[in-house]
């Protein structure tokens, strides 16, 4: 295992020469070779993969099967090196979630602690059972990825010469929805602003506007449609257009919005909405699903010509919630790749 992958096209010079790396291709680029560098030649060998292996591909909503070097695997100075690559790859609004969600692993052993099936999960509840692999060599001329993964996060970038990186799939969970009165941390709440905003819209909605965004609920994640490998979007979207929205609703899908992009460092988060505004941001479409009331099973969706985020909470007890942002174009950085192969070839 060991090596480099990705695509989209246009035509530009025969010759042309090396792009300008964005600055988070750049920080990320010198903390990937940190990172490596400070491991032993068995942890490297966990650690890297082909660019083009089709591991890099498979996104995993349940913490089975992953690949790459845990946390617990790491010495002090290595697990600080890795830190730096995650703080790299996020927003610091992004790198405080993260690290929030991994921490939440303590309340979930302490809640399947009080039922049958702690007897088997204890031992993988853990917040330092997260994995990081590196896919390619980290350089700002070649194309190479990074992903970190583990239960309720999985991050996936892809870095290629001249732009700042593919930052899709983006997997973020939590659990408990709500830390339960009396524990330690009472009251945390690790993806409010992500449930908080969309009921607030759905709830701002007309009768009228309101029958167009309603879809029939269910539960156990059925209307969830970005957990496959590569996601489709041909079908046209459910649910009531941002173009149909009053202005104040149309503020309220932005921040929205907002509150996923602002994950990503500024020229990420840039480049995030430069794909989406010329697609059209009225375009975008939201749905909901299920009951207003906080607690209780719910479920949105806003969906455009370049996005997929999803939102669902409808698991049996409502205490448990996954979020997901796929883009059919650049997941995994497809379009990314094709561009550069296009430019350089």
Known sequence: MTGALIATGAVAFAVAATPTPSDTASRLTAAAQSF?????????????????????????????????IALSDLDAEQRARARDLRAAALSEQGLRKVELIMSL?????????????????????????????????????????????????????TVVPGAPPASTPLFLGAQPRQVRQGWERAGLRVLAAEEDLARELYLSFD???????????????????????????????????????????????????????????????AARRAEIDPAGRDAIHFAWAGSTEPGRGCYYRLQGPTLLLEFDDTVPGN???????????????????????????
């Open 36 to 68: 490596l560098a400070s491991l032993d030649a068995g942890q490297r060998k966990d650690v890297e993969y082909d660019f083009d292996d089709s591991e890099r591909f498979d996104l995993r909503l349940a913490p089975i099967g992953l690949d790459g």
């Open 105 to 157: 692993e303590n309340e979930v052993r302490q809640l399947e602690g009080e039922r049958l099936i702690g007897l088997f999960t204890r031992f993988i509840r853990d917040p330092e059972r997260y994995f990081t692999t590196i896919y390619g060599e980290p350089s700002t001329s070649e194309p190479w990825g990074f992903r970190f993964d583990g239960h309720h996060v999985s991050l996936n970038f």
């Open 207 to 269: 009768e009228a506007q309101r029958a167009r965004a309603t879809l029939p609920y269910e539960s156990d994640r059925e209307l969830f449609l970005g957990d496959v490998r590569f996601i489709d979007l041909s079908e046209p979207p459910k649910g009531l257009p941002r173009s149909e929205m009053n202005d104040e609703q149309k503020r309220l899908l932005d921040a929205l919005l907002d509150v996923y992009i602002d994950n990503f460092p500024a020229d990420v988060a």
């Open 319 to 345: 205490d448990h919630i996954h979020t997901l942002w796929r883009d059919p174009r650049r997941d995994f950085g497809r379009d990314l790749l094709a561009e550069h192969r296009a430019r350089a070839h």
